[in-house]
């Protein structure tokens, strides 16, 4: 596997705030190189190569592109990818006026 020497925080995601309050973390690592340490699992996990360019075919991998998180984490880094990280949106989201289907929206 590999370690990296950077690291960017880009976002804390809850995995089910009405059931607890775990949170996972979407980060970005650079400067990247092989380590191999002894973890829980006995078999390697597999490397996924795929260009910068195909990002988007991730989606289509039916063992990638349907876990929610893994397409969270994915979005989050192509945003990060294409913009310049002071340009990137604050976590905190404004507020949104709901709407009912009776109403229009101003």
């Not at 989606?59 to 340009?87: I, M, T």
Request: glycine content about 2%; charged content about 20%.
């Amino acid at each position: 596997m590999f370690e990296g020497r950077i690291f960017t925080f880009l976002r804390h995601l809850s995995m089910a705030p009405s059931y607890y309050s775990s949170k996972i973390s979407i980060v970005v690592a650079k400067d990247l190189y092989s380590q191999h340490l002894q973890g829980d699992e006995s078999d390697l996990m597999p490397l996924m190569r795929r260009p910068i360019s195909h990002v988007r075919a991730l989606l289509d991998e039916p063992d990638w592109g349907c876990e929610a998180r893994n397409v969270s984490a994915l979005f989050l880094a192509h945003a990060w990818l294409n913009y310049a990280p002071q340009k990137m949106p604050s976590p905190v989201p404004k507020p949104v006026k709901m709407c009912y289907p009776s109403e229009e929206i101003a």
